[in-house]
């Protein structure tokens, strides 16, 4: 892409450009001193006749409208967004705060070499920021991160940049689209069939790290079953190295599910915890969060497996036990009777309505299975005021709100799933007001279970 702009052009009567700072597929971005107040600013600029595709203006101001709801210390803030005309030309104006300091990627090409305890440390922080961005409602999926995209300050601090591929979308849920976003190397595999997913970024993550270990894009490392082989060529404590592998699985229902889960287990590999900074607790299927005047839960939902579904609906084998049995023996009829057309054709009648009858029947059942072997996930942010409750199941989803001071307690019952003999089975939880009963599914254990419903118990009680 040309440039748009020279230095010492004047925008809007405001913005001088310096000098450009970096070129994208559809943009270019210039560090600027906006004029009000001498400050030192990033302008990003896309031009309407350059652009080509249409795709590329919505992506761009959704940049724009995404990052005006955005308040974070390690992205950089919003100022402006504008558009100017000229006779050949429309130009699209995004101005942000300018992060001094040099992307990952300039580090790495320099010969930087991170310690094993400096790349957890931008790891943290980058889940921090992340874990941010996916609680927000919807969440904002960021689905290009990389090293450069990540700025380095000389104080070891980490600003995450540029959202031009960023996504808004309800929690957890798959949005598929037919834009090619992200960058070799760096996306998962859902990703490249046009899915994101919260834990798209975290894969994305884990490829960065891989490219601080060994400085080379993880496109250029070896492969085993299609998954990063980054040990071959670095020397990490078993620990850090099984975490990475975490980040790094092709299958999503293998990956860490959340920032929150990634970044507690890097912190500490033991099963419930606390972790001291924003106190939060978690397993790998429950996370809360708690502070003075607030909590927040959060439950995690599984990918079912086509073996746990069979093992839990044993019913599932008895009607296609019937149905052949049925079958067998009208066809059997038939057989017998095949000069009486009147026959055969109340054998034909039989068999169909029998195989209707049955197949809705099993559908139900494997529907209803799946949905109590996946769980729901579900969302619970409840403060002194008010509380949310999102419940995002396979066959529904929707967000409650209420006032907290209606809030009595929250049950559940538990079961295992027989014959799995797993430790986690199936929660039904109630969560009752005064006004109305609210029921979701949880996959988790059943110590899981009294503990949340003990921190529930607690705080209700802490703010009464």
Request: charged fraction near 20%; glycine fraction near 6%; charge should be neutral.
């Amino acid at each position: 892409m040309d440039d748009l702009h020279r230095s010492e052009d004047i925008i809007a009567d405001r913005y001088r450009i310096v000098r450009p700072l970096g070129h994208g597929g559809t943009s270019v971005t210039y560090e600027a001193e906006d004029l009000t107040n001498y400050r030192l600013v990033a302008i990003k600029v896309l031009s309407l006749r350059q652009m080509g595709d249409w795709k590329v203006l919505e992506l761009f101001e959704r940049e724009s409208r995404i990052l005006q709801q955005l308040s974070h210390p390690a992205i950089p803030k919003y100022l402006d967004y504008f558009y100017l005309d000229s006779q050949s030309d429309r130009r699209f104006y995004l101005v942000q705060e300018l992060v001094s300091g040099r992307s990952l990627y300039e580090l790495g090409q320099k010969g930087w070499k991170p310690t094993e305890s400096s790349v957890k440390a931008i790891a943290e922080q980058v889940l921090e920021i992340l874990d941010y961005l996916h609680r927000r409602v919807p969440p904002v999926i960021h689905r290009d991160i990389k090293p450069q995209n990540l700025i380095r300050q000389s104080d070891g601090r980490i600003f995450l940049v540029d959202f031009g591929a960023v996504q808004d979308v309800y929690r957890y849920t798959v949005s598929k689209g037919g834009t090619f976003v992200g960058t070799l190397g760096y996306m998962p595999p859902e990703q490249f069939r046009g899915e994101t997913h919260c834990a798209s970024d975290v894969y994305a993550l884990g490829a960065t790290l891989v490219y601080l270990l060994t400085g080379k894009s993880p496109d250029e490392l070896p492969q085993k079953r299609l998954k990063i082989d980054f040990r071959s060529t670095t020397n990490l404590s078993p620990q850090f190295a099984d975490w990475l592998d975490s980040l790094l699985e092709p299958a999503i229902e293998d990956r860490y599910q959340s920032a929150a889960i990634a970044l507690a287990n890097l912190r500490s590999q033991q099963g419930i915890h606390k972790v001291n900074k924003g106190g939060i607790l978690h397993s790998n299927r429950v996370a809360i969060e708690k502070q003075k005047d607030c909590l927040f839960i959060e439950f995690y939902s599984h990918s079912w497996k086509l073996m746990s579904v069979i093992f839990s609906a044993p019913i599932f084998f008895l009607i296609l036990l019937v149905l052949y049995v049925w079958g067998s023996f009208l066809i059997m009829i038939a057989h017998a009777f095949q000069y009486e057309a009147i026959t055969l054709i109340s054998a034909i009648i039989w068999i169909s309505i029998i195989i209707t009858l049955s197949s809705s029947l099993c559908f139900w059942i494997v529907i209803k299975h799946i949905e109590n072997v996946r769980g729901d996930r579900v969302i619970l942010n409840i403060n002194q005021q008010d509380f949310t409750l999102s419940i995002n199941g396979f066959l529904k989803s929707y967000i409650c709100y209420g006032k907290t001071k209606n809030l009595i307690q929250l049950t559940g019952s538990w079961k295992n799933f027989e014959p799995l003999k797993k430790p986690e089975g199936l929660a039904n939880f109630n969560l009752a007001s005064s006004q109305i009963r609210y029921q979701f599914k949880a996959i988790i254990t059943i110590r899981e279970m009294h503990w949340v419903e003990g921190e529930l118990s607690k705080f209700l009680e802490s703010i009464s």
